[in-house]
C-alpha cells in the first residue's frame, strides 16, 4: 500500500531536525523545561550579585517587555527568515533572555526567597493544569482559533491603555487591569498550544516544536509576573 504525502506544502526544516526517537510532545515540554531552567539559574545569579531594588524603575517596563518580546515571537512564527536556522536561534535567546531579566527585576520587590518560591510552586501548577485542560478536556470546552484571535484582538488595545496610562493617567488600577487581562490570556494561550501539541487543533510541522514550546514559556512568564505581583500587594511588609 503506497501512501500519498498528506502535507505537499509542508516545508522541509524549521531550524534543527527533530530526533525522531524523541515524541514530538515530550519534545517541546522539555524544550520548556529547560528554558525554565535557563531562568532560574540567572535569577540566582542575579538575586546574589545584584540590587535592582535601589533604582527607580517605572512601570512602563512591563509594556515595553511585552512588546519587544511579542515582537520577537511574531518574528519567529510569521517569517520565512525568522524560522530558519540560525536566526531562529536568536530570536529564541531574546525572547528567554529579556523575560529573564524582567521577571528578575520583579523577584526584587518581593519580600524573601520564600515568597519566590512559592510563586514559582503557584505558577508551575497553573502551567501544568492549562496544559492537561487544553490536551484532555472535550474540545467544544477548550479555547479555539476564534477566541484567540479576539483576546489578541483586545491584547493591543489593551497594550495601547497602558502606555496612554503610563504617560497620562498614572492610574494603579488600570495597571493591574491590563496585567490581569494578559494573565488571562497567557492561560488561554498555553491551552491552545496544548492542543495543537497533542494535535488536536490543527495538523502543525513537527519541526515546529521551537516555536511551541517559545510560546509555553512565555505564557509562564506572564503568569509568574503576575502571581510575584499578587504577592507583593498580599504580603505587604511581611518579610518572610
Known amino acids: 500500500v503506497y501512501r500519498h504525502n498528506m502535507h505537499p506544502s509542508e516545508p522541509d526544516i ?19 523545561i529547560i528554558f525554565a531552567g535557563i531562568a532560574l539559574f540567572q535569577w540566582i545569579i542575579i538575586q546574589y550579585f545584584l540590587d535592582w531594588g535601589k533604582y527607580r ?16 515571537i511574531s518574528v519567529l512564527s510569521c517569517t520565512a527568515f525568522g524560522r530558519k536556522f540560525p536566526c531562529n536561534m536568536f530570536l529564541i535567546a531574546f525572547i528567554v533572555e529579556s523575560s529573564t531579566l524582567y521577571i528578575a527585576m520583579e523577584q526584587l520587590n518581593t519580600k524573601g526567597i520564600l515568597v519566590n ?19 484532555y478536556v472535550p474540545m467544544r470546552l477548550v479555547p479555539g482559533d476564534l ?21 497620562v493617567f498614572t492610574s494603579s488600577v488600570i495597571y493591574s487591569i491590563v496585567r490581569n487581562y494578559f494573565a488571562f490570556v497567557a492561560v ?53
Open 147 to 167: 477566541m484567540l484571535s479576539v483576546l489578541v484582538a483586545l491584547g493591543n488595545i489593551m497594550l495601547a491603555l497602558f502606555f496612554l496610562n503610563a504617560y
Open 117 to 135: 518560591i512559592y510563586a514559582g510552586l503557584i505558577v508551575i501548577c497553573l502551567v501544568i493544569t492549562s496544559i492537561i485542560y487544553g490536551a
Open 57 to 72: 524603575l517605572s512601570p512602563v517596563r512591563y509594556g515595553y517587555w511585552l512588546v519587544i518580546t511579542f515582537f520577537g
Open 188 to 240: 488561554t494561550m498555553i491551552m491552545y498550544t496544548a492542543t495543537i501539541i497533542h494535535d488536536r487543533q490543527f495538523y502543525v510541522p513537527k519541526d515546529e516544536y521551537l516555536f511551541l514550546s517559545v510560546l509555553i514559556f512565555f505564557g509562564h512568564m506572564i503568569l509568574h509576573e503576575r502571581v510575584l505581583a499578587l504577592s507583593v500587594k498580599e504580603t505587604g511588609e511581611v518579610d518572610c
Open 14 to 32: 524549521f531550524g534543527i531536525p527533530p530526533d525522531a526517537s524523541i515524541r514530538h510532545g515530550l519534545r517541546i515540554y522539555i524544550l520548556s
